[in-house]
């Protein structure tokens, strides 16, 4: 079965400072997808990337970047000055696919992020 | 404005009752889901629904039941059967189950305290 690893519970940092968010992953599968999403305060998950298997190139998005790193089963997540905005759950996510053949999505525990200002 | 709405925001039940939390989405998503989360867990798949009529299990189903009448609702609910029903649960849609190319949008939430 996927599995999805978080193994920071919690991380507080000072803003302004560099934060990184690991995940690690095991698949079965030659072909998956793996997704970060936040969660703030309010509750609502939002989107923050999809990324496919077959494509290592880290991306990187404004203050946010990833490192996908298929050898060590690894999609780790950056966000460099950090800003006490960016305070939240944010959870790593395997795409899996169903007996039906439908696809659903494998969580991880999450990491609680506090940013200080 | 098109989203996910999810009320109420908190509930409360005594145990032994029924309850039913309301999902209504206007993106003309043809999926939805039924996720629940408990503190410093990640999210686990209650139901999932891909089109109109249609649902299934999913990791953790039993105790909940849900419908799909309508495209654009998917209410869920949490039978006394639920063994520890306190939670925050989340409601999601996408518009298919292909979620590889197609991301899930999700609710706000509804926190359930049975009492």
């Known amino acids: 079965a996927q599995k999805v690893t978080q193994a920071q519970t919690e991380i507080s940092v000072v803003e302004k400072e560099d934060v990184t968010l690991d995940c690690v992953y095991e698949?079965?599968?030659?072909?998956?997808?793996l997704f970060w999403y936040k969660q703030p305060p309010s509750g609502e998950l939002v989107f923050l990337i999809r990324?496919?298997?077959?494509?290592?190139q880290n991306e990187i998005s404004g203050r946010y970047s990833w490192n996908f790193q298929k050898s060590t089963s690894s999609f780790n997540f950056t966000i460099t000055a950090s800003q006490v905005v960016d305070s939240a759950v944010y959870f790593c996510?395997?795409?899996?696919?169903?007996?039906?053949?439908?696809?659903?999505?494998?969580f991880g525990k999450g990491t609680k992020l506090t940013v200080n200002p | 404005d098109g989203g996910i709405t999810q009320s109420p925001k908190y509930l409360f039940r005594k145990e032994g009752q029924n309850v039913t939390l309301s999902c209504e989405q206007n993106?003309?998503?043809?999926?939805m889901y039924w996720y629940r989360q408990d503190p410093g867990q990640g999210l686990r798949l209650i139901y999932y629904?891909?089109?109109?009529?249609?649902?299934q299990k999913g990791d953790i189903a039993e105790g909940y039941s849900v419908s799909r009448e309508k495209k654009e609702s998917f209410p869920l609910t949490v039978t006394s059967a639920q063994k520890n029903p306190t939670a925050f649960y989340l409601c999601?849609?996408?518009?298919?189950?292909?979620?590889?190319?197609?991301?899930?949008?999700f609710g706000p939430g509804t926190r359930l305290t049975v009492l």
């Open positions: 999601a849609s996408s518009i298919s189950v292909e979620l590889r190319v197609n991301e899930q949008f």
């Open positions: 698949t079965r599968d030659t072909t998956y997808y």
């Open positions: 990324r496919n298997s077959f494509d290592e």
């Open positions: 996510a395997l795409s899996e696919l169903t007996q039906g053949g439908s696809e659903k999505l494998v």
């Open positions: 629904s891909q089109i109109v009529n249609d649902f």
């Open positions: 993106l003309n998503h043809d999926a």
